[in-house]
Every structure is written in C-alpha cells, then in structure tokens.
C-alpha cells in the first residue's frame, strides 16, 4: 500500500536554528513528491516538486531534496514567520492513482524569536 | 491571478441533512480535485473532475459526490451527514501541480 510518513510530528526551533523534516514514502512507482506549507485554517500552499532521486530545490530558507525512499525538508536560519504545519505528499504511478495526492500526517514547525 | 477559490467559507448542518460545496478554480485549469482534511487524519483525496468527468474517486461511500461545470467550477455534495463528516473540505485545481483554496470549514451538529 502506498504510504507517506513524516517526522517529527512537531518541531520547536528558536530563531535562526537550522533543522530538516523527514518523509518518508512507499509507492509502487514515484511520479512526483510534493512539499505544502499549511497556516492554521487555511489550504495548503504549493511549495515544491521533486521527480527523481537526487533533485534539489530551494527557495528562500527553504530547500528540498530526494533520494529512493525519503524526502527532506531542510530549514536554514528559520524565522517566526516560517510557523506552519509542513505536508508531504506523493503521487504514484497507476489506473487507481491518478490524480491522487496521498498526504503525510505534516510536521508542525513552531519557530520563536 | 485569481487563486482557488471555495464558498461557503463556512457551514453548519445537522445530522441528516445535505450539503453542497463550491469551488472556483484558477483560469485555464481543468482539472478539480477535493480532500477532506478531518481532525487528525490529514488530508484524505475525496475525488477528481476533468474536462466534465469524475476520473478517480478515494475511499469514501457514495454520498459523497460531486459535478464538474462547462466552465469548469465543480460542486462537492455530501447527503445524508453523519457527525464525522465535520472536516475542512479543500478544493485544488491544476494543469499539473495542484494549487489548492482555502476550504470549507463544515459543521454537523
């Protein structure tokens, strides 16, 4: 069964603290890993795409990297303002996947200054 | 450019009853996909409209259904409610990346 796990569930870092979200995925064949940000009550906003293993992708203080079986998320000199549950989602390969996102349960990020 | 958008930003029915939900998506994107997000299981795929078709639906009973519009605006109907539908009901639409709205808080009493 596809599956997405991340960790920790939750993550208290002080201002300027560097750190990573892991996920971790099974899937029958990766079509592509997907980083959100979500801010309390709001949706999900688009953060990153990764095809294939080794792909990197930064924007601001954030970058994303892939291998085989995990992604991570790695956060350098965090602010106040980069507070959120971060989501990972998968899609696979296959008639009963397409067009799916299937969701990690996120890591909540609580920055403080 | 517009974004996703979703109405009724909020909902509140009782046990029973029907509920319909809306969804905008971003100009030139025809595709519409719907989650749920309940307390403490994450965001669950709920199902998928393309060119006027549902193309996948996820593991949730019939009562959840929906449509798809010419104009591509799609409406998510969830009948008979039972209490554990109370969720956020995102909406994402895309070309390929999904660009999702800000949801649907609903409420069954």
């Known amino acids: 069964e596809d599956q997405v796990t991340q960790s920790p569930e939750a993550l208290r870092l002080q201002e300027g603290e560097s750190s990573s979200l892991n996920c971790s995925y099974t899937?029958?064949?990766?079509?592509?890993l997907f980083w959100y940000r979500q801010d309390p009550g709001k949706g999900p906003e688009f953060l990153f795409t990764?095809?294939?293993a080794g792909e990197e992708k930064e924007k601001e203080r954030l970058k994303a990297t892939l291998t085989k079986k995990e992604s991570f998320l790695h956060i350098t000199a965090p602010k106040p303002e980069d507070s959120a549950t971060y989501l990972c989602a998968v899609q696979a390969y296959g008639s009963g996947n397409t067009g799916k996102l299937i969701f990690g349960q996120g890591t909540t990020l609580q920055v403080k200054p | 450019e517009a974004g996703v958008t979703q109405s009724p930003t909020h909902l509140i029915k009782t046990r029973g009853q029907q509920a319909t939900l809306r969804c905008s998506p971003i100009?030139?994107?025809?595709?519409v996909y719907w989650y749920q997000q309940a307390l403490g299981l994450g965001l669950q795929f709920l199902l998928w409209?393309?060119?006027?078709?549902?193309?996948n639906r996820g593991n949730f009973p019939p009562r959840f259904s929906g449509r798809q519009f010419p104009n591509y605006s799609s409406e998510l109907n969830v009948n008979a409610l039972e209490l554990e539908d109370s969720a956020l009901y995102l909406c994402?639409?895309?070309?390929?990346?999904?660009?999702f709205g800000p949801g649907t808080r609903l409420t069954v009493l």
């Open positions: 990764l095809y294939s």
């Open positions: 409209y393309d060119e006027g078709e549902e193309r």
């Open positions: 994402a639409s895309s070309l390929d990346t999904q660009y």
């Open positions: 100009s030139g994107h025809t595709s």
């Open positions: 899937v029958s064949g990766l079509r592509g």
